[in-house]
């Protein structure tokens, strides 16, 4: 029993490293050349562990010279705020109206919110892009703010009307009406005081899918002024100068580590509210 | 018995229930559901409603940018699938699709057995570093792995070397652009499934397994007999929202390979990146995003299905 009970506890582990290693190495390889001189980068020499001696900050000093990467991660953190809140004032009552309030139509809203979450936005951009067009709204900043509150909104609704379900009991508002409040006033100082956490994780969980989004700001913006980070570091791939990988991979780091990090510690808080049953 | 004899016969038959309440009584009565669920609607209508019809419109016209077009029936659609590039783009992301999907499902369900073995602090910090992938911006994960892949400078090249073997071009000769994208997918997406899976895991009440080994059941046994059953739900919810989610995955596969080398991986996402921005017609591409479309949106109707009354949504 003993040893049945070791065996199953050293194949336990041996699946977990298996995981971790699957996850981490491609990470690593990454962080690894963000730290070298661009020709130990690329140098046959250098070892999957570099010698301690070789490495160096250089390439996250440089990062702000050789690229606007000011004004690109400015424009990420302008755009990323700016949809939070925007889609934040349009989720919060319509989560609150899906799990709460009766009315009809909802059930036909509801669904078609479903169906707007799994739908391929890549064919949305096209009709998107000709309404951006006409009204003047490529390569700006707010276009791209718009396109990216609404592709927030579903994500945002599904998290809080989740929230408003479970979390908070019912009764709670059934009090708030006996003593006099109407529906909207019970929302406004009972309901969403108590829902303040949950507000919070959705606006980071917009906040970081707004960071990540690749797809809108790249088919919204040419000029390099309303650049995000993450279509940045796509251009400077694709662009034929000498490619300093370190530096290169820097930023690829400075891009990825926010959204990890956050979400690595929040997970124990609200990491079951983003997938799995919310709340 | 004055007081009575005012009411009329509707409202006595609705108050003890016997008429139903008409549909203005219920949207009067229910006007703050429709105050709160304005600014939803009309947000969805800006950018989502309307911009469906206006697609789907459009594919029965020759609409380039900034062209208004002519009506021509459905010649989009006839040259949709006379086009090979179509075709075979068509062929390779069903096949893109329904092997990150069930690699990732099945991952995801070991990674979560696995970690639900783990004390509460291990399990912790262990899921934060396994699930980390997903929470990689997309056109990262595509540098990621170009980089992890790439021939000269790669990880991958350096351990074919310490073999001393030639790393073969995993992201252009032979059968390895496709495996490359669909293990770099798996890696970005599998703790989705991990994600959801876990949460259903760890709402299986303890003392069922407790019940199940008192009456002799091995572990074994209580994983197919207690686990199982409970997991069904999440996992039509898993294949349906990733089935459409992979269809629909765009700046990975972008990043990582654009369709290449020439249109070896080309899929249905960036088919229609490339027919809408780089040839600028847009009739055609919404056309060829049909497609994309008609394949989500089975998926989603899946999805539907299982969630059904339960609403319990999963994200």
């Keep these: 029993?003993?040893?049945?009970?070791?065996?199953?506890?050293?194949?336990?582990?041996?699946?977990?490293?298996?995981?971790?290693?699957?996850?981490?190495?491609?990470?690593?390889?990454?962080?690894?050349?963000?730290?070298?001189?661009?020709?130990?980068?690329?140098?046959?020499?250098?070892?999957?562990?570099?010698?301690?001696?070789?490495?160096?900050?250089?390439?996250?000093?440089?990062?702000?010279?050789?690229?606007?990467?000011?004004?690109?991660?400015?424009?990420?953190?302008?755009?990323?705020?700016?949809?939070?809140?925007?889609?934040?004032?349009?989720?919060?009552?319509?989560?609150?109206?899906?799990?709460?309030?009766?009315?009809?139509?909802?059930?036909?809203?509801?669904?078609?919110?479903?169906?707007?979450?799994?739908?391929?936005?890549i064919v949305l951009t096209i009709p998107v892009y000709e309404v951006f067009y006409f009204l003047d709204m490529v390569n700006t900043l707010v276009g791209v703010i718009v396109a990216l509150s609404i592709f927030v909104l579903p994500q945002n609704i599904w998290l809080l009307q989740g929230f408003f379900r479970q979390g908070i009991p019912e009764n709670i508002e059934e009090a708030a009406l006996i003593d006099g409040h109407n529906e909207l006033t019970a929302f406004l100082r009972i309901v969403l005081p108590l829902s303040l956490p949950a507000v919070a994780a959705a606006a980071?969980?917009?906040?970081?899918?707004a960071w990540n989004n690749f797809l809108w700001v790249f088919v919204l913006t040419t000029d390099e002024e309303v650049r995000t980070a993450t279509v940045a570091i796509y251009y400077i791939l694709g662009s034929d100068v000498l490619r300093e990988w370190n530096v290169l991979m820097a930023s690829l780091v400075l891009l990825v580590a926010p959204p990890v990090i956050f979400y690595g510690l929040s997970r124990r808080y609200v990491g079951e509210g983003l997938g799995g049953t919310p709340g | 018995m004055a007081q009575k004899q005012g009411r009329s016969r509707e409202e006595i038959r609705e108050q003890y229930g016997l008429d139903e309440r008409t549909l203005t009584d219920r949207l009067r009565q229910n006007w703050t559901g429709y105050v709160f669920i304005v600014p939803t609607f009309v947000a969805f209508t800006a950018l989502f409603y309307y911009p469906m019809l206006r697609g789907i419109t459009m594919t029965l016209t020759d609409t380039r940018l900034g062209e208004p077009g002519q009506f021509i029936g459905l010649a989009n659609y006839q040259w949709l699938v006379t086009n090979d590039?179509?075709?075979?783009?068509?062929?390779?992301?069903?096949?893109?699709?329904?092997?990150?999907?069930?690699?990732?499902?099945?991952?995801?369900?070991?990674?979560?057995?696995?970690?639900?073995?783990?004390?509460?602090?291990?399990?912790?910090?262990?899921?934060?570093?396994?699930?980390?992938?997903?929470?990689?911006?997309?056109?990262?994960?595509?540098?990621?792995?170009?980089?992890?892949?790439?021939?000269?400078?790669?990880?991958?090249?350096?351990?074919?070397?310490?073999f001393g073997a030639d790393a073969p071009a995993f992201l252009a000769t032979g059968i390895w652009p496709f495996v490359s994208l669909i293990v770099a997918q798996t890696w970005h997406d599998y703790a989705y499934s991990a994600i959801i899976y876990a949460a259903a895991?760890?709402?299986?009440?303890?003392?069922?397994?407790?019940?199940?080994?008192?009456?002799?059941?091995?572990?074994?046994?209580?994983?197919?007999?207690?686990?199982?059953?409970?997991?069904?739900?999440?996992?039509?919810?898993?294949?349906?929202?990733?089935?459409?989610?992979?269809?629909?995955?765009?700046?990975?596969?972008?990043?990582?390979?654009?369709?290449?080398?020439?249109?070896?991986?080309m899929l249905l996402s960036i088919l229609t990146y490339r027919v809408a921005f780089v040839n600028n017609n847009f009739a055609r591409a919404y056309t060829v995003g049909m497609a994309m479309v008609l394949l989500s949106m089975t998926a989603a109707v899946v999805y539907v299905k299982a969630i059904n009354e339960e609403e319990n949504l999963y994200v």
């Design chain 1, 1 to 121: 029993m003993l040893n049945d009970n070791r065996r199953s506890r050293a194949l336990l582990y041996a699946g977990i490293v298996a995981f971790a290693l699957f996850a981490i190495v491609p990470y690593y390889w990454v962080i690894r050349t963000s730290f070298l001189t661009n020709i130990a980068a690329i140098s046959p020499d250098t070892g999957f562990i570099p010698a301690f001696g070789k490495l160096t900050l250089e390439s996250y000093t440089q990062i702000w010279d050789r690229f606007a990467f000011v004004t690109f991660f400015r424009n990420s953190i302008i755009v990323s705020v700016a949809a939070t809140i925007i889609s934040l004032f349009f989720a919060i009552p319509g989560a609150y109206a899906f799990a709460r309030l009766d009315f009809p139509g909802r059930k036909a809203l509801f669904y078609t919110a479903v169906f707007t979450i799994m739908f391929p936005w």
């Design chain 2, 85 to 162: 590039l179509f075709v075979y783009a068509f062929g390779w992301s069903i096949l893109f699709v329904a092997g990150t999907t069930f690699l990732q499902l099945g991952l995801g369900l070991v990674a979560a057995l696995l970690l639900n073995e783990l004390g509460d602090a291990a399990k912790d910090w262990i899921g934060a570093v396994i699930m980390s992938p997903y929470f990689a911006a997309p056109l990262a994960g595509g540098v990621i792995w170009m980089w992890f892949l790439d021939n000269s400078f790669g990880f991958a090249a350096k351990a074919f070397a310490l």
């Design chain 2, 201 to 265: 895991i760890a709402s299986i009440p303890s003392e069922q397994y407790e019940a199940a080994a008192q009456s002799g059941a091995n572990r074994l046994q209580r994983f197919r007999d207690v686990t199982v059953p409970r997991l069904l739900i999440p996992t039509i919810v898993i294949l349906s929202l990733r089935t459409a989610w992979n269809i629909a995955e765009f700046s990975q596969p972008f990043a990582l390979t654009g369709g290449g080398p020439g249109t070896k991986t």
């Design chain 1, 204 to 209: 980071l969980f917009a906040f970081l899918t």
